[in-house]
């Protein structure tokens, strides 16, 4: 059983309050625990896509999946930013205007790559297309240890 097009309202809702509660979560984490936050966030993103490509037409699976969709989601702005300002250091201005600018073209080609899967392969290689993104995305985020995330990292408390 598919979920109608008039229950999207209430989808709608739940990323929306989701992806609010997960930035109020990445907000208290963001500072002590950058790595494990972007690493599990990207790994709970992750299990969003297998939950659709498996479970896409289940009510359930659909309203968990677009949760834990909202929680990561929410906050990635926040983790990216931050990884960001942390690895370019001195250039962090820079750096933020590469991220936002990339963000930007990410936008664009999601709507372009997304048109073109659904044209050619339909709505259901969405998730797994998706998928595949995420752990390339997980595998970047796990070997920017060095970089991306200091040991010991300078906090500003003011």
Not at 15 to 34: N, Q, S
Not at 61 to 68: D, F, K, S
Not at 96 to 106: D, I, K, R, Y
Request: overall charge positive; glycine content about 12%.
């Amino acid at each position: 059983m598919a979920i109608g097009i008039d229950r999207i309202d209430f989808i709608l809702l739940i990323f929306g309050v989701a992806a609010l509660l997960g930035i109020w979560i990445i907000g208290l984490l963001v500072d002590r625990y950058l790595r494990i936050s972007v690493l599990f966030s990207l790994s709970v993103f992750t299990l969003t896509a297998i939950m659709l490509g498996f479970g896409g037409k289940i009510p359930l699976v659909i309203y968990l999946a677009v949760t834990l969709w909202g929680l990561t989601f929410g906050g990635a702005a926040t983790l990216l930013q931050t990884a960001s300002a942390d690895a370019a250091g001195d250039g962090a201005d820079v750096a933020q205007s590469m991220v936002v600018t990339v963000w930007n073209l990410a936008i664009a080609g999601g709507g372009i790559v997304g048109g073109i899967l659904l044209e050619s392969s339909g709505v259901s290689s969405f998730p797994w297309v998706i998928c595949i993104l995420l752990l390339l995305g997980l595998i970047v985020a796990w070997q920017a240890k060095k970089y991306s995330f200091p040991h010991r990292r300078q906090v500003s408390r003011n």
